[in-house]
C-alpha cells in the first residue's frame, strides 16, 4: 500500500521551497544532500538522489572477502547503500 503524507509549504522569492522537518526524516535526508526533482502530470516528486560511490570502492568492497566473495546478506546490504532510500 502506499502512504500518503500531504502539508503545505511556502515558496520563496528565489524559488526555494522548504520541507518540513517530518518529511526529510522520513526520507532521512540530511543537510546538503542532493534530490532529484521530477515533474511528473503537473506535480512535482521529490525523491533523495542516488549517491555516487567509485570503481575503486566498489572493488574495494569486492575484495574483503579475500577471494571468497561476499555473502548473500553483505551483498544485500551493500546493494542498499548502492541504491540509497527508496
Do not use: W, Y
Amino acid at each position: 500500500m502506499t502512504q500518503m503524507t500531504a502539508t503545505l509549504a511556502q515558496v520563496g522569492e528565489r524559488g526555494e521551497l522548504l520541507i518540513p522537518a517530518e518529511m526529510l526524516e522520513a526520507l532521512r535526508l540530511e543537510d546538503d544532500r542532493q534530490v532529484r526533482l521530477e515533474l511528473r502530470d503537473g506535480e512535482i516528486v521529490v525523491r533523495p538522489a542516488h549517491q555516487r560511490v567509485s570503481l575503486d570502492e566498489i572493488r574495494n568492497r569486492f575484495r574483503q572477502g579475500k577471494g571468497e566473495g561476499l555473502s548473500k546478506e553483505e551483498l544485500d546490504t551493500f546493494s542498499r547503500e548502492l541504491r540509497g532510500p527508496l
